[in-house]
Each structure stands twice: as structure tokens, then as C-alpha cells.
């Protein structure tokens, strides 16, 4: 065999081996790297078991710079950790009607991915295939989007899906066709010669669903354009941040430092003040904070009178941009907080996590959570792949 037919071999042998792994597929990531188990290492405080069992829920987290979406449950009395790869996930939103999970990776291009729960397999004669009684959640549709829509949070609003287009300073409706359409900005974006559309000046990060977007509110981290931009290490934040009204598209709440996941909850409006570390709700157009939380906050859903709060750790880079946080005790985790008194009831922290950006939740009953947990050998599960029924 001559030197160049050995080398051929091994190209065709690289390229029959390539794609291999489920993960691969799903999230369209060739050479997924192995997640690394310190990852999934976590303490837990209080009742945080007691709480997913009696609300007979599955959280779902993006973890934004570890590249995946965890899945939390509880599988007899044991939390059961499990996750699906994808590139620098963000906002998630959560049709409970038809249990589905909207997941937006902002990426070049930026991804919109609907996850759907599969309980059965297409029957078959070459392999045997049971039906998977956690249900788990995996991928059925991608939309694509260019990388300037910058896509943050996602909301889902009569039915209809739409998203932060952070580089456009203004909300889109993702609509059935490939195009994503601005249904929304803030006045303060307007000037004589037209919205501004092409460069990302406010931060515009978080939607809280009303039953229009009129009834709804958005968070952004300012509200005028200055030569400083998001992102620049000078960009000035502290009290900078803003609530705004869908229907005047003037700001209702001044006073926020960075605010992320605002969230309407019992006809309240409920936020992240980041940059402090805090959790609240407005009452008369002030900040009300209802719990003081040790990292970033970020991440909020609720669960009739608890809501789950996500903190993470300051990336170095950005530490200007947290004002009211000891910096080195920042720490990454979920936390379960009585909206009536404030307590803390319960948490999971992961000493090697990083940033949490979203947190939903679907019942149970409809899914024990993602298709891939660290017990998993690397192709676990193919034979789900192979012939899972997409209905």
C-alpha cells in the first residue's frame, strides 16, 4: 500500500466515523466535546427536592457559555440531572398547552429551536426499540436567523412566538415563514431620520408576556443612545436600567442596573436587578426587592407562590457591570424563593457553573427532561434516534 493510498484510508475512515453521535445531529455541532462532569456538580440546600416533587415539575436551565440546556427533575428521591448540547443557548419559553420548549442559541446564525417530548417509537423489524418512559425532550424544528437579530428572551404571546432582536433594540414575531418581523421598539430608539435598527445601543433583554404585546413589558439597560455602547467596558450601567410599557413605549420604571427576565406573575411585574444581585417586583413604579441573592441574577419562572431565581458568576470581563455583587463569591445556581415572604426555600448551586440566562418549566407528567445524562456511554440512545415517532 503506498504512502498516499494509507493516507486516503484514513480520510475515509475519518469521514465514516464523523456524525456519529446523536448530539452531533441534533444540534448540528460536529466533534462535540465531551461535557465535562464538574459541570453537573452541585450542593443542594433545603428543600429544593421536596419543592420539584410536590409541584411535579421539570426545570429546564441554559447554561449560556457551557453550550446546553440541563434538564431537572427527580427520579425517586434523587435529583436526576440531564442535557442537550447547543451552542450558546439563551431565552427559553414554554407552551404548556402542547408541551413544547422554545430554546433561542445565539451563535452565528442565531437558532430558534422547538423541542417536543417523544413517548414512542416507530415499530420496527431490524432493531428493538422500546418506548422511552422519561419522555425526553429533543429538537423538531430549527429556524434560522441572522446573527445581528442578537436574540435574547423569548415569549410566547396569544399563541404566537416572539423575541428580543437585541441588535435591532426592538421585539420580533417569529411568524410560520423564515422571516422574523419587528412588531415593537421603544420611542427612545426613534430620531428624524427613522428607528434605529442597525446596531445594538440599550439591551434590550427581556419580554414579560402580557396578552398582547401592548399589555406587555421589556427590560432593557438603558434608555437613550450615547456613543457608548453595550458591550464597551465603559458603557455606563449602574441605576442606568429600564422597564418599558408595551403600550406607551416610554419607560414605567427607572432606577435598574442591568435588569434582566422581567415576568408578569398575579398581575404583578416581577425582574432581576443583575447588577445587584436582587429579585423583586414593582409597586408604583419603584423596585421593590424581595430577596438579595449571592451572583448575577438572571433566570426567573414561576410555580403558583414560588419562584425560581437564577444567579451566575461575573464574567471578568464585565465586573464593571455589577456594582452591588462581591465579585469572587459570585455563585452559579437556581434558587426556589416564597414570593409572599421572600424566604429562600431551597437551592442548587454548581461550583464549576458559569452563566444561567433562562429557566422554564414543564410538568412531570409530560417530561422527565432532556436525552442525555452523564450515566449515558457516548452513542447512548441511538437506537431512540433511529426510531423515535415524531408524533
Given at each position: 500500500?503506498?504512502?498516499?493510498?494509507?493516507?486516503?484510508?484514513?480520510?475515509?475512515?475519518d469521514?465514516?466515523?464523523?456524525?456519529?453521535?446523536?448530539?452531533?445531529?441534533?444540534?448540528?455541532?460536529?466533534?462535540?466535546?465531551?461535557?465535562?462532569?464538574?459541570?453537573?456538580?452541585?450542593?443542594?440546600?433545603?428543600?429544593?427536592?421536596?419543592?420539584?416533587?410536590?409541584?411535579d415539575?421539570?426545570?429546564?436551565?441554559?447554561?449560556?457559555?457551557?453550550h446546553?440546556?440541563?434538564?431537572?427533575?427527580?427520579?425517586?428521591?434523587?435529583?436526576?440531572?440531564?442535557?442537550?448540547?447547543?451552542?450558546?443557548?439563551?431565552?427559553?419559553?414554554?407552551?404548556?398547552?402542547?408541551?413544547r420548549?422554545?430554546?433561542?442559541?445565539?451563535?452565528?446564525?442565531?437558532?430558534?429551536?422547538?423541542?417536543?417530548?417523544?413517548?414512542?417509537?416507530?415499530?420496527?423489524?431490524?432493531?428493538?426499540?422500546?418506548?422511552?418512559?422519561?419522555?425526553?425532550?429533543?429538537?423538531?424544528?430549527?429556524?434560522?436567523?441572522?446573527?445581528?437579530?442578537?436574540?435574547?428572551?423569548?415569549?410566547?404571546?396569544?399563541?404566537?412566538?416572539?423575541?428580543?432582536?437585541?441588535?435591532?433594540?426592538?421585539?420580533?414575531?417569529?411568524?410560520?415563514?423564515?422571516?422574523?418581523?419587528?412588531?415593537?421598539?421603544?420611542?427612545?430608539?426613534?430620531?428624524?431620520?427613522?428607528?434605529?435598527?442597525?446596531?445594538?445601543?440599550?439591551?434590550?433583554?427581556?419580554?414579560?408576556?402580557?396578552?398582547?404585546i401592548?399589555?406587555?413589558?421589556?427590560?432593557?439597560?438603558?434608555?437613550?443612545?450615547?456613543?457608548?455602547?453595550?458591550?464597551?467596558?465603559?458603557?455606563?450601567?449602574?441605576?442606568?436600567?429600564?422597564?418599558?410599557?408595551?403600550?406607551?413605549?416610554?419607560?414605567?420604571?427607572?432606577?435598574?442596573?442591568?435588569?434582566?427576565?422581567?415576568?408578569?406573575?398575579?398581575?404583578?411585574?416581577?425582574?432581576?436587578?443583575?447588577?445587584?444581585?436582587?429579585?423583586?417586583?414593582?409597586?408604583?413604579?419603584?423596585?421593590c426587592?424581595?430577596?438579595?441573592?449571592?451572583?448575577?441574577?438572571?433566570?426567573?419562572?414561576?410555580v403558583?407562590?414560588?419562584?425560581?431565581?437564577?444567579?451566575?458568576?461575573?464574567?471578568?470581563?464585565?465586573?464593571?457591570?455589577?456594582?452591588?455583587?462581591?465579585?469572587d463569591?459570585?455563585?452559579?445556581?437556581?434558587?426556589?424563593?416564597?414570593?409572599?415572604?421572600?424566604?429562600?426555600?431551597?437551592?442548587?448551586?454548581?461550583p464549576?457553573?458559569?452563566q444561567?440566562?433562562?429557566?422554564?418549566?414543564?410538568?412531570?407528567?409530560?417530561?422527565?427532561?432532556?436525552?442525555?445524562?452523564?450515566?449515558?456511554?457516548k452513542?447512548?440512545?441511538?437506537?431512540?434516534?433511529?426510531?423515535?415517532?415524531?408524533?
Amino acid at each position: 500500500m503506498t504512502l498516499q493510498t494509507a493516507n486516503h484510508q484514513q480520510l475515509w475512515s475519518d469521514h465514516d466515523q464523523a456524525w456519529r453521535h446523536p448530539a452531533e445531529a441534533l444540534s448540528q455541532w460536529a466533534n462535540i466535546q465531551e461535557i465535562s462532569p464538574a459541570l453537573f456538580e452541585c450542593t443542594i440546600r433545603g428543600d429544593w427536592v421536596d419543592i420539584l416533587v410536590r409541584r411535579d415539575i421539570t426545570l429546564f436551565v441554559t447554561r449560556e457559555y457551557e453550550h446546553m440546556i440541563i434538564g431537572l427533575g427527580v427520579e425517586g428521591s434523587a435529583m436526576r440531572t440531564s442535557y442537550l448540547p447547543l451552542p450558546h443557548p439563551s431565552g427559553l419559553a414554554a407552551d404548556r398547552d402542547s408541551n413544547r420548549l422554545y430554546v433561542a442559541s445565539t451563535r452565528n446564525p442565531n437558532q430558534i429551536w422547538q423541542l417536543a417530548a417523544v413517548s414512542a417509537t416507530i415499530p420496527r423489524l431490524d432493531v428493538a426499540c422500546p418506548a422511552p418512559t422519561d419522555r425526553p425532550l429533543i429538537p423538531v424544528t430549527a429556524k434560522f436567523l441572522p446573527g445581528c437579530s442578537y436574540i435574547h428572551d423569548l415569549a410566547l404571546i396569544n399563541g404566537q412566538l416572539f423575541a428580543n432582536s437585541v441588535g435591532q433594540n426592538a421585539v420580533v414575531c417569529l411568524g410560520q415563514d423564515d422571516t422574523p418581523v419587528r412588531v415593537w421598539w421603544p420611542r427612545c430608539i426613534e430620531t428624524k431620520d427613522g428607528p434605529v435598527f442597525g446596531q445594538n445601543h440599550i439591551q434590550l433583554n427581556s419580554i414579560a408576556a402580557g396578552a398582547t404585546i401592548d399589555q406587555s413589558f421589556f427590560s432593557a439597560s438603558s434608555d437613550q443612545i450615547t456613543t457608548k455602547r453595550p458591550g464597551d467596558p465603559d458603557y455606563p450601567v449602574d441605576r442606568r436600567g429600564v422597564v418599558f410599557s408595551g403600550a406607551t413605549r416610554e419607560p414605567i420604571v427607572r432606577g435598574l442596573t442591568r435588569p434582566h427576565s422581567a415576568r408578569l406573575h398575579e398581575n404583578k411585574l416581577w425582574l432581576a436587578n443583575s447588577g445587584y444581585g436582587e429579585f423583586g417586583c414593582i409597586v408604583d413604579s419603584e423596585f421593590c426587592t424581595v430577596s438579595k441573592l449571592p451572583g448575577w441574577t438572571r433566570g426567573l419562572c414561576f410555580v403558583d407562590d414560588i419562584a425560581f431565581v437564577g444567579t451566575s458568576r461575573v464574567l471578568p470581563r464585565f465586573r464593571q457591570y455589577a456594582p452591588g455583587l462581591d465579585i469572587d463569591s459570585s455563585q452559579c445556581g437556581i434558587h426556589a424563593i416564597d414570593i409572599k415572604s421572600g424566604n429562600l426555600l431551597g437551592s442548587i448551586t454548581w461550583p464549576a457553573g458559569n452563566q444561567i440566562f433562562s429557566i422554564e418549566w414543564l410538568s412531570a407528567r409530560t417530561t422527565a427532561g432532556l436525552p442525555f445524562d452523564l450515566a449515558c456511554p457516548k452513542n447512548a440512545r441511538s437506537d431512540l434516534f433511529y426510531c423515535y415517532d415524531p408524533a
